[in-house]
């Protein structure tokens, strides 16, 4: 009986280690930009909403909708889908209170530099400004895309058209979809997305869509093109900070969390993804904080503005939640991490941040 029970015990062990570091053959990547840690772990502040000068005269709203005093409860009202399926079944670091520090290498603390420091995995000096041109350093998409099972399954959409030079779309020979670009997808709804943003409303100029538009605009690509690899970067949260519209802000977070959800609910439905895909979501920069005027801005003169988090969630992680031991590590190390999902080593000829082991 003991001999057999062992038996059964050492075959019930080794089946769910094998089902735990099932092989993962497909990534989502997704990035907020310059959405900051102090929402994503600790929710509204409500010093900011308070504030005449960012609430857009609303505070009422930004209350009822956001706010309670507890902040677990808080943060989850923002981010439902983060504090509930990642928390159970990934991993979220950056929550500086416990002294899990995620952070820029790169000491600019604005969008070209940050992007270019997850892709590439190499915070590069030289890459100083928004309007640097295309990308020198080969990045993780257009590496994997070199390998011949991932050949013309990575794709990008992104809200912003820098997006083509950070990923240097010349070179690279994925598809970057950024800002105004349209799909020649054949998907049904493909025509008219593009025809609805092409006549979109524009409020942040010709260089930036509306972040519906980028996130129907992969989905589809998703459903009728099946990529192994697809990027979508959002843009919403940092343009209305930008704005100094706290309202706006809070529901682009939340409106981004529930499509991070719906992503997934889609992955967990195609046999193509299910149970074998990886979720990485990030953001570029943090903001200011200690001066509750700079929540607005980041950059080189604003501290905390390197003050970064990220969340993983993947079959072959380990659901360990909010991580709350001490913890130092940084951007430059996801493009390394984000290979090791997907069992690859990123090489290139440039130094390359070491993965993060989960
Ligand atoms: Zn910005």
Redesign the pocket.
Known sequence: MIKSLSIFFFFSVFYVTSFCQGRVENIIIITA??LRWQEIFSGMDSSIARNKKFNQGDSAYIFKTYWNDNAVERRRKLMPFLWSTIMQSGQIYGNRIYNCNVNTANPYK??YPGYNEIFTGYADTIINSNDYPNNPHINLLEFINRNKRYTGKVAAFTAWNAFDRILNEQRSDIPVIAAFDTTTSKAPLSKMLNEMLRNSYKPFGNNECLDMFTHYGAIEYLKAKKPKVLYIGYGET?EW??AAQYRDYLNSARQTDKWISDTWNYIQSDVNYKNKTALFITTD?GRGDKNKDQWTT?GKSVDEANEIWFAVMSPNVPAKGEIKESTQVYQKQFAQTMASLLGLIFEANHPIGEKIKF
Request: no cysteine; glycine share 12%; aromatic share 12%.
């Open positions: 930009d310059g604005f969008s940092d900070a930008h920069h980041h």
